[in-house]
């Protein structure tokens, strides 16, 4: 492909040419899940900031993961509203959600890879479906470079996903996130089933790819490691809503029962104390 046929590839691509430069790239406002006669969330609220991590947590079961569909239209609210770099996904036209859905990246629980392609044929799925006008070769180096990017040699693109240890599947689950340089990413449960080395090591990728390439990145975890090493910020679920959104010591501050047996239950002190070691 040559430089004109990138640059014509480019324009031809959906909302590429802009950065969001707002303060607030996920807005969500009054927003109701329902599945029958089960709520999930009733008039929660949350507003993620640019270019920061932000912890989201709660018990088993309080619509973590729900809600982080609802944000990539992967399931409908019942009621609200969902503001993506300050357009409404909600109501949005196709065309138009089309064109946001390019600028964020998913590292969806267990990887989601498809296990009959290889690393770097799985990292190219989004290009070839988001830029179809890009020549097999480049999809090929830009697929090889997001493998490096997320810390896998370059011989794990040659590899299928059952070749691959649980550490590596999620590097690679994050190079296919990683492929359309998003600007928003998201992780869920990234460090599960990580070994406490390979998890402090996802949690140190994932900063550094934050600073470097200046995402926003909006992390679903339990582990209270990554919340205190990497997270601007906290966002805690519970009674169907965000009940907190703050730094660790804001949180603290407040006086709800699951945010204080959290962070001050055996678990939450050890990685508390581990921090403080590391200091
Ligand atoms: N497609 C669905 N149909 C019906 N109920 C669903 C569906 N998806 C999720 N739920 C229910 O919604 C609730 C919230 O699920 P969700 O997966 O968001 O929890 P979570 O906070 O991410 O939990 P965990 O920490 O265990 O992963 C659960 O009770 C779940 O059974």
């Known amino acids: 492909m040559s430089d004109t046929d990138l640059e014509h590839s480019h324009q031809n691509a959906p909302n590429r040419h802009e950065r969001f430069r707002g303060d607030h790239p996920i807005v969500v406002e009054g927003l109701r899940t329902q599945f029958g006669e089960h709520v999930v969330h009733d008039d929660l609220d949350l507003k993620v900031n640019r270019g920061e991590i932000l912890g989201v947590v709660g018990g088993s079961g309080t619509g973590k993961s729900v809600l982080m569909r609802a944000i990539i239209g992967l399931q409908q609210p019942t009621a609200g509203h969902i503001e993506i770099f300050g357009r409404s996904i909600t109501n949005a036209e196709p065309d138009e959600e089309i064109g946001v859905r390019s600028r964020w990246g998913v590292l969806f629980q267990g990887g989601a890879l498809f296990s009959t392609l290889t690393v770097g044929e799985n990292v190219e799925v989004p290009l070839k479906q988001f830029y179809p006008e890009i020549g097999a070769e480049l999809r090929r180096e830009i697929a090889r470079y997001k493998v490096m990017l997320s810390g896998l040699p370059e011989d794990a693109a040659a590899k299928y996903p059952s070749e691959l240890s649980g550490g590596m599947k ?9 492929a359309l340089d998003p600007e928003l990413l998201f992780l869920d449960e990234p460090t599960a089933g990580l070994d406490p080395i390979g998890a402090a090591k996802f949690d140190q990728l994932t900063r550094e790819l934050k600073e470097t390439l200046g995402l926003t990145v909006f ?4 582990d ?12 805690v679920l519970a009674d169907k809503k965000v009940i907190a959104v703050g730094t660790i ?5 407040t006086d709800h029962p699951w945010i204080d047996e959290y962070f001050n239950g055996p678990r939450g002190r050890a990685a508390l104390a581990s921090k403080e070691r590391a200091r």
Do not use: S
Request: overall charge negative.
């Open 170 to 178: 999620k590097r690679a689950g994050l190079a296919r996130a990683l």
């Open 219 to 222: 992390l679903i975890t339990h």
């Open 224 to 235: 209270l490691d990554t919340l205190y090493e990497i997270c601007d910020r906290v966002a």
């Open 249 to 253: 010591p804001e949180l603290l501050e």
